[in-house]
């Protein structure tokens, strides 16, 4: 009887010995699989941050063939990382001095989210928009999917109307655009400028300033600017602000006079110091 009860104990101690170490086994098998798992993650999310601190703001797109895979396919049905590439050209062409910040970096399986911000200054022309000298600022999010580490496919969101209002395409409420008859009182105060080709950096940075500021005035609809370099390279600009009505422009020179003396900054002599000339004047639209 001993020996039948010490058999029973002998095999159960046995069945556990099995159970416990096909446990810590498969125990062992999911950390390892979880391990892979993250450093796979971790391994992408490094690819991203390559793409936007290496590759895009060093402007080195040789580097794109380490980050995106043969398998990757462009708006255009083109393959590889050249397809990846052609739709930063032209954005880096526009703006030559763009730098991305990442705002955000997520990893999931194989995707990799990023929010990212840019700033650069419009010096080319962009979509058919000419050159404005102004500094624009801008944000989305890109979801990359991956493939034995490397992007295989992108979804890419921009803020495109935010873009257009800091190009000055369009005014900061675009409600202003849905009826030309809500402003039968509007003016338009347009300059022109001649710039010595030595004083053009520091004309466009201030012109980027009051371009800016302007918009948040009240009665403010829009505005536009217009250059041309002439042969000695000099420019002519020509800028145009759109107001509501005469009150409403009147009380917005009065606010930027007021801001130009919180600044410290004399914008008569910008204009004396900089051999600048100027042509302004107030002009309301002719009836069709």
Same mark, same amino acid.
Request: glycine share 8%; net charge neutral; with cysteine.
């Given at each position: 009887?001993?020996?039948?009860?010490?058999?029973?104990?002998?095999?159960?101690?046995?069945?556990?010995?099995?159970?416990?170490?096909?446990?810590?086994?498969?125990?062992?098998?999911?950390?390892?699989?979880?391990?892979?798992?993250?450093?796979?993650?971790?391994?992408? =999310?490094?690819?991203?941050?390559?793409?936007?601190?290496?590759?895009?703001?060093?402007?080195?797109?040789?580097?794109?063939?380490?980050?995106?895979?043969?398998? &990757?396919?462009?708006?255009?049905?083109?393959?590889?990382?050249?397809?990846?590439?052609?739709?930063?050209?032209?954005?880096?062409?526009?703006?030559?001095? *763009? #730098?991305?910040?990442?705002?955000?970096?997520?990893?999931?399986?194989?995707?990799?989210?990023?929010?990212? =911000?840019?700033?650069?200054? !419009?010096?080319?022309?962009?979509?058919? &928009?000419?050159?404005?000298?102004?500094?624009?600022?801008?944000?989305?999010?890109?979801? +990359?999917?991956?493939?034995?580490?490397?992007?295989?496919?992108?979804?890419?969101?921009?803020?495109?109307?935010? &873009?257009? #209002?800091?190009?000055?395409?369009?005014?900061?409420?675009?409600?202003?655009?849905?009826?030309?008859?809500? !402003?039968?009182?509007?003016?338009?105060?347009?300059?022109?400028?001649?710039?010595?080709?030595?004083?053009?950096?520091?004309?466009?940075?201030?012109?980027? *300033?009051?371009?800016?500021?302007?918009?948040?005035?009240?009665?403010?609809?829009?505005?536009?600017?217009?250059?041309?370099?002439?042969?000695?390279?000099?420019? *002519?600009?020509?800028?145009?602000?759109?107001?509501?009505?005469?009150?409403?422009?009147? =009380?917005?020179?009065?606010?930027? #006079?007021?801001?130009?003396?919180?600044?410290? +900054?004399?914008?008569?002599?910008?204009? =004396?110091?900089?051999? *600048?000339?100027?042509?302004?004047?107030?002009?309301?639209?002719?009836? !069709?």
């Amino acid at each position: 009887m001993r020996s039948v009860q010490a058999g029973a104990n002998l095999l159960l101690a046995l069945l556990l010995a099995a159970g416990v170490s096909n446990a810590q086994q498969n125990n062992n098998n999911n950390n390892k699989n979880k391990e892979v798992k993250m450093s796979t993650i971790q391994s992408n =999310k490094e690819v991203a941050r390559r793409l936007y601190e290496q590759c895009l703001n060093q402007q080195n797109l040789q580097l794109l063939p380490d980050l995106v895979s043969d398998d &990757f396919t462009g708006a255009q049905g083109k393959k590889g990382a050249a397809a990846f590439g052609e739709t930063l050209v032209p954005l880096i062409n526009a703006f030559p001095d *763009i #730098q991305y910040t990442i705002e955000d970096l997520v990893g999931e399986d194989d995707k990799v989210v990023v929010r990212w =911000k840019w700033q650069g200054t !419009h010096t080319g022309t962009f979509a058919g &928009f000419a050159p404005t000298g102004r500094i624009v600022t801008n944000e989305g999010v890109g979801v +990359f999917n991956f493939k034995d580490g490397k992007i295989v496919s992108a979804a890419v969101q921009t803020d495109r109307l935010g &873009f257009l #209002q800091a190009l000055g395409v369009l005014p900061a409420n675009p409600a202003s655009l849905s009826n030309g008859s809500t !402003h039968k009182d509007k003016v338009s105060f347009i300059d022109k400028f001649f710039i010595p080709a030595a004083a053009k950096k520091e004309f466009y940075d201030r012109m980027s *300033i009051n371009r800016d500021f302007i918009k948040k005035l009240p009665g403010f609809i829009t505005d536009a600017a217009y250059v041309h370099t002439d042969d000695n390279g000099n420019l *002519i600009c020509i800028t145009v602000a759109q107001w509501e009505n005469k009150e409403a422009m009147n =009380k917005a020179r009065e606010t930027v #006079q007021a801001e130009y003396k919180k600044q410290g +900054f004399d914008m008569a002599e910008m204009v =004396k110091r900089l051999n *600048i000339t100027v042509d302004r004047g107030i002009y309301t639209e002719l009836d !069709h």
